[in-house]
């Protein structure tokens, strides 16, 4: 079978005795043999080795159950709602990418982290690329993070912040943001993919050889994913998003990655004219304060591992026009329409004739499948005029046959609901969601004066 000719025209040479020829032959001119001659190894670069090197002492590799852990101690940030994000505080060499849409308080955070992490005594330099130092320190002497130990540069340039980081010698480095600075090593302006590679895999590089935690501040696209190539998630160590409503004060960070901690933690905070407050409790902030009303329910959402009652609400009016609207803030518009079409079917509770607002208190966002009791609950005593009492909680799923399905962390969800007093919590123990809605009544009729018949 004739040998497929190389791609490339470099010299080629005779494995058998040696000899060379510019053009590529399938027998060897000098010794005859077929299928001999093949590509100049030595020439083309093809196999060509690399030397191994051997390590130091210091980087000898050792069993892991040699190593020991507590020579990355963490460091708490101050703020104890993000070091319950990183999983306890700031470990050396980290390296942490927070992102979050323009104006939701990034900034105001890691300032407040910075002051906090310098009172302390750690030394910070905050590597400001998108204010000047002038407007950091207005907003610094308004939040109250004002600390000597807390040092400040506006640089876009990567050369000139690792600079300040030779001179200042931080314990902790923050730079605001990674879009916005630019390095002589790569070409392009700041901000493109290729800049943004080149930025930051050199802070990651300066962090992990001085055992130095740096925050970098990341911009997210219109979609609300973080602008940039995919490869910065995957070389920084924690990827945090801080979230929150333009509407309401309330903000949340979520770790979406964090290879020193759990990735199912929320930290809760409170935007102020004084600067971001931490809500280590907040309990109160997603319940009403009035007399129980008919077409209210609480349930018990889950974000991250803590637990919270959410106020559920839900109006119904009867309709003038052929199609009835559902409005809904909070919860899942297609989840509560199959609940409203479970509760039709199921319960006899007719809601196709009546326009449906259905909403959470205070601006949350309860999404998940364990509303659906809740908004059942909600929704069918808005229609029979019924008003839930305030010791009565809601967890449960509902699936299309009118089950109450259990939900994730319902032990959880169950303790927390009695630590806030709520004694009486409705969920899958009682089977369907007739059952459960009957259970309700039954507080409700267990009350003076009240006398209601089941569904």
């Given at each position: 079978?004739?040998?497929?000719?190389?791609?490339?025209?470099?010299?080629?040479?005779?494995?058998?005795?040696?000899?060379?020829?510019?053009?590529?032959?399938?027998?060897?001119?000098?010794?005859?043999?077929?299928?001999?001659?093949?590509?100049?190894?030595?020439?083309?670069?093809?196999?060509?080795?690399?030397?191994?090197?051997?390590?130091?002492?210091?980087?000898?590799?050792?069993?892991?159950?040699?190593?020991?852990?507590?020579?990355?101690?963490?460091?708490?940030?101050?703020?104890?709602?993000f070091d319950r994000v990183l999983g306890g505080g700031l470990v050396p060499g980290a390296a942490i990418l927070l992102s979050g849409e323009p104006g939701v308080g990034k900034s105001t955070l890691l300032l407040e982290v910075a002051a906090k992490s310098a009172?302390v005594g750690r030394r910070v330099l905050y590597a400001s690329a998108e204010e000047s130092t002038a407007q950091v320190r207005l907003r610094a002497e308004r939040t109250g993070a004002l600390h000597d130990e807390l040092y400040l540069a506006a640089e876009t340039?990567?050369?000139?912040?690792?600079?300040?980081?030779?001179?200042?010698?931080?314990?902790?480095?923050?730079?605001?943001?990674?879009?916005?600075?630019?390095?002589?090593?790569?070409?392009?302006?700041?901000?493109?993919?290729?800049?943004?590679?080149?930025?930051?895999?050199?802070?990651?590089?300066?962090?992990?050889?001085?055992?130095?935690?740096?925050?970098?501040?990341?911009?997210?696209?219109?979609?609300?994913?973080?602008?940039?190539?995919?490869?910065?998630?995957?070389?920084?160590?924690?990827?945090?998003?801080?979230?929150?409503?333009?509407?309401?004060?309330?903000?949340?960070?979520?770790?979406?990655?964090?290879?020193?901690?759990?990735?199912?933690?929320?930290?809760?905070?409170?935007?102020?004219?004084?600067?971001?407050?931490?809500?280590?409790?907040?309990?109160?902030?997603?319940?009403?304060?009035?007399?129980?009303?008919?077409?209210?329910?609480?349930?018990?959402?889950?974000?991250?591992?803590?637990?919270?009652?959410?106020?559920?609400?839900?109006?119904?009016?009867?309709?003038?026009?052929?199609?009835?609207?559902?409005?809904?803030?909070?919860?899942?518009?297609?989840?509560?329409?199959?609940?409203?079409?479970?509760?039709?079917?199921?319960?006899?509770?007719?809601?196709?004739?009546?326009?449906?607002?259905?909403?959470?208190?205070?601006?949350?966002?309860?999404?998940?499948?364990?509303?659906?009791?809740?908004?059942?609950?909600?929704?069918?005593?808005?229609?029979?005029?019924?008003?839930?009492?305030?010791?009565?909680?809601?967890?449960?799923?509902?699936?299309?046959?009118?089950?109450?399905?259990?939900?994730?962390?319902?032990?959880?969800?169950?303790?927390?609901?009695?630590?806030?007093?709520?004694?009486?919590?409705?969920?899958?123990?009682?089977?369907?969601?007739?059952?459960?809605?009957?259970?309700?009544?039954?507080?409700?009729?267990?009350?003076?004066?009240?006398?209601?018949?089941?569904?």
């Amino acid at each position: 079978m004739a040998s497929r000719r190389p791609a490339t025209a470099a010299p080629y040479r005779c494995t058998e005795c040696g000899w060379t020829t510019l053009k590529w032959v399938g027998r060897c001119g000098e010794c005859q043999q077929w299928g001999t001659v093949v590509e100049a190894a030595e020439q083309t670069g093809i196999t060509r080795g690399v030397t191994a090197v051997s390590p130091g002492a210091g980087r000898a590799a050792l069993p892991i159950t040699h190593i020991d852990s507590r020579d990355a101690p963490r460091r708490t940030t101050g703020v104890g709602e993000f070091d319950r994000v990183l999983g306890g505080g700031l470990v050396p060499g980290a390296a942490i990418l927070l992102s979050g849409e323009p104006g939701v308080g990034k900034s105001t955070l890691l300032l407040e982290v910075a002051a906090k992490s310098a009172k302390v005594g750690r030394r910070v330099l905050y590597a400001s690329a998108e204010e000047s130092t002038a407007q950091v320190r207005l907003r610094a002497e308004r939040t109250g993070a004002l600390h000597d130990e807390l040092y400040l540069a506006a640089e876009t340039d990567l050369a000139t912040i690792l600079g300040h980081v030779d001179e200042v010698q931080p314990e902790l480095l923050i730079v605001d943001s990674v879009q916005t600075v630019a390095s002589g090593l790569s070409e392009g302006m700041a901000g493109h993919p290729s800049q943004v590679r080149e930025v930051a895999s050199t802070l990651i590089r300066v962090a992990k050889d001085r055992g130095l935690p740096v925050i970098i501040v990341g911009h997210v696209t219109k979609d609300g994913s973080i602008a940039g190539p995919r490869i910065l998630e995957h070389l920084v160590d924690v990827v945090c998003h801080f979230e929150g409503d333009r509407q309401t004060s309330l903000r949340f960070v979520r770790a979406l990655k964090n290879r020193f901690g759990p990735t199912d933690e929320v930290g809760c905070f409170d935007m102020t004219g004084a600067g971001i407050a931490e809500v280590p409790d907040p309990s109160a902030l997603f319940l009403g304060h009035g007399s129980p009303e008919p077409g209210t329910c609480v349930a018990i959402a889950l974000e991250g591992r803590r637990a919270m009652p959410v106020e559920v609400q839900a109006l119904t009016i009867a309709s003038t026009s052929p199609n009835p609207r559902r409005i809904v803030n909070g919860v899942d518009a297609a989840r509560v329409a199959m609940v409203l079409a479970v509760l039709e079917k199921r319960c006899g509770v007719e809601t196709s004739k009546l326009d449906v607002y259905v909403s959470t208190v205070g601006g949350v966002r309860f999404t998940e499948p364990a509303a659906d009791l809740a908004i059942a609950i909600a929704v069918a005593g808005s229609v029979r005029n019924d008003a839930v009492p305030r010791t009565l909680a809601a967890v449960g799923e509902l699936s299309l046959a009118g089950e109450v399905r259990p939900v994730t962390q319902a032990a959880q969800r169950r303790s927390e609901a009695a630590r806030l007093g709520y004694t009486d919590v409705i969920d899958n123990r009682s089977g369907t969601i007739r059952a459960a809605l009957n259970d309700v009544r039954a507080r409700v009729r267990s009350r003076p004066g009240d006398d209601v018949p089941d569904f």
